[in-house]
């Protein structure tokens, strides 16, 4: 693989986390965490009131600092988890800051109940890149697991298109 290939993500909980890793180990990939300044609550009613609001009216949130310059790369998995069915605030302010055209884009997302508009919103989002795959990851309890190893297999899948 003569590409650069970066894994861009946030995580809340944990689970994109877990999913990222796995697609960077695999892809031999650098991995970028996006961290808010301020993150939402991580427990009770709040964390899905306020983190739902903030995606449904598709806020941008200011992001701490990181080394990685995403134009160095020529393939980018970009990851997000589900919150009211769409992309969260670190991303989008992500995507605003960097445009990604001409990149090789594969979108992922981790989710409870259903992915919703969320890898509609990146592939708009990224709208100026080529859009090699997108892929959903239920990370439920008890399949979480399996949902890692779907997500080797997935990046293993793309090796020939990185």
Not at 47 to 73: E, H, R, T
Not at 97 to 108: D, E, P, Q, T, Y
Request: glycine share 6%; charged share 25%.
């Amino acid at each position: 693989m003569d590409n650069k290939v970066l894994v861009v993500y946030y995580s809340l909980e944990g689970n994109t986390k877990l999913i990222a890793e796995a697609i960077a180990k695999e892809s031999a990939a650098e991995i970028l965490r996006l961290k808010p300044v301020k993150e939402i609550p991580s427990r009770g009613f709040f964390k899905y009131f306020i983190g739902g609001m903030k995606a449904m009216f598709k806020v941008k949130c200011a992001l701490q600092s990181y080394a990685v310059d995403p134009s160095q790369y020529d393939t980018i998995f970009i990851g997000t988890p589900v919150w009211a069915s769409r992309t969260v605030p670190a991303l989008r302010t992500f995507l605003a800051r960097h445009k990604l055209n001409g990149k090789k884009i594969a979108a992922f997302c981790t989710y409870m109940g259903n992915e919703g508009k969320s890898l509609k919103n990146i592939l708009k989002l990224t709208q100026n890149s080529t859009h090699i795959s997108k892929k959903g990851f239920k990370m439920l309890p008890d399949i979480k697991s399996q949902s890692i190893e779907h997500a080797v297999k997935w990046a293993s899948s793309l090796k020939d298109e990185l």
